[in-house]
């Protein structure tokens, strides 16, 4: 069922390794959750929250050792999926599944810094519609979204940028990332939850620490439009996209079939860098975790 129908879904998270050799993971029950939900959308057998959390803290505790130790933003990446086995070529839901944990090292994404990245505009693509699965982590939504990565390559840039699939003007957010602006006001604007973009756990981290670093954050609908004049006028002064694989990425350009603009002066800018900074010494243990979020393995 997996092979021909798609029944397929994951989550990716990771174990940090702490200052006094500890380990930790990142609010694991909003994975666990997210999980749930991804589950319920495709039709899928759901497992219980409290077994999916068990289950990465014990592959943790035992590949312990390949951690890393390095302070450099190295982390254990943690790859939980569940896959329709039952063997049949008629479309329905599955009545058998299997359930896996994969985990591999991983070095931080940018060394020496975040650089930032150019996005490009996809017009021929759409990444998710109303109704459909975009708020859920299933390896369709991913298999949708190459096409355009690939033509935003071509076109020299990193990473693509969807916008919405009526209007086509509404920005979403990237192929595995969400997507952040901030005003000369010092105020925050991400695309709301609508059901069609993923619900980040980064993304819902870092609004809850930009208010507690005193910003206002808008989760409200952007266009890109507004976003290429606002970019132009300087009221906008930097874009972010964030995810688990850079956690924080700048975005230094943009480019697309009707658009071409510069963010800023092109390159990270101070609020990006203080939010990741924010967040990093948070997930490493070297900062306070007043939310609770970090989930101590040992
Ligand atoms: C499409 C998409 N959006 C956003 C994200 C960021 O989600 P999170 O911060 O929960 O890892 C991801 C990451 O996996 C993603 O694949």
């Not at 990245?117 to 859920?136: D, H, I, K, M, Q």
């Not at 266009?223 to 924080?248: H, K, M, N, Y």
Request: with cysteine; aromatic share 10%.
């Amino acid at each position: 069922m997996v092979l021909h129908y798609g029944l397929e879904i994951f989550e990716g998270m990771k174990a940090y390794r702490l200052p006094d050799g500890g380990a930790a993971l990142f609010r694991p029950d909003a994975n666990a959750h997210r999980f749930h939900n991804s589950a319920a959308r495709l039709a899928m057998a759901t497992l219980p929250q409290d077994v999916f959390v068990e289950s990465v803290r014990e592959l943790v505790r035992i590949e312990r050792d390949w951690i890393p130790s390095s302070s450099d933003g190295a982390s254990l990446y943690l790859r939980p999926f569940t896959i329709g086995t039952e063997i049949a070529l008629s479309t329905k839901p599955s009545i058998e599944y299997t359930y896996c944990v994969i985990a591999s090292p991983v070095a931080s994404y940018f060394k020496g810094g975040a650089a930032a990245v150019t996005l490009w505009v996809s017009e021929n693509f759409t990444r998710a519609a109303p109704g459909g699965t975009g708020a859920v982590k299933c390896g369709g939504n991913y298999a949708a979204s190459l096409a355009a990565q690939a033509e935003g390559i071509q076109e020299g840039c990193d990473q693509v940028v969807f916008l919405d699939a009526v209007e086509r003007r509404w920005i979403e957010e990237l192929g595995g990332m969400n997507i952040f602006f901030v005003f000369d006001d010092g105020s925050f604007q991400t695309p709301p939850l609508s059901g069609i973009i993923l619900p980040g756990i980064t993304r819902d981290s870092l609004i809850t620490l930009a208010r507690d670093l005193g910003y206002t954050v808008r989760e409200e609908p952007y266009s890109i439009g507004q976003w290429q004049s606002d970019a132009q006028s300087a009221r906008l002064r930097e874009t972010f996209a964030c995810g688990p694989a850079a956690v924080v990425t700048p975005i230094g350009k943009v480019k697309g079939r009707r658009h071409s603009f510069t963010v800023g002066n092109g390159s990270a800018g101070p609020v990006t860098e203080r939010l990741k900074v924010a967040l990093t010494d948070i997930q490493f243990g070297c900062a306070p975790d007043p939310h609770g979020w970090l989930d101590r393995l040992f």
